[in-house]
């Protein structure tokens, strides 16, 4: 399976592991681990975390994210 194919598909699941979330939009794990702590919404079931796909993509989208979270965080 090809990179493109891998990430067509995950494209089609609604909850990611950190990992394939990473995957997808070409980021670190550690970047969504760090997103997740500044607020990502994520559901933990057993041992594993899930993000939500719309969710991520709209931070990752978003250019203010890490100005607007570190002042509210303040």
Request: proline content about 4%.
């Amino acid at each position: 399976m090809t990179d493109d194919e891998r990430r067509a598909q995950l494209r089609r699941r609604d909850h990611l592991r950190p990992t394939d979330a990473a995957f997808l939009i070409r980021r670190d794990k550690s970047t969504i681990t760090r997103w997740i702590q500044q607020g990502l919404p994520a559901v933990r079931i057993g041992n594993h975390r899930y993000v939500n796909r719309a969710e991520l993509l709209r931070w990752a989208a978003d250019p203010d994210r890490r100005t607007r979270r570190r002042t509210t965080a303040e």
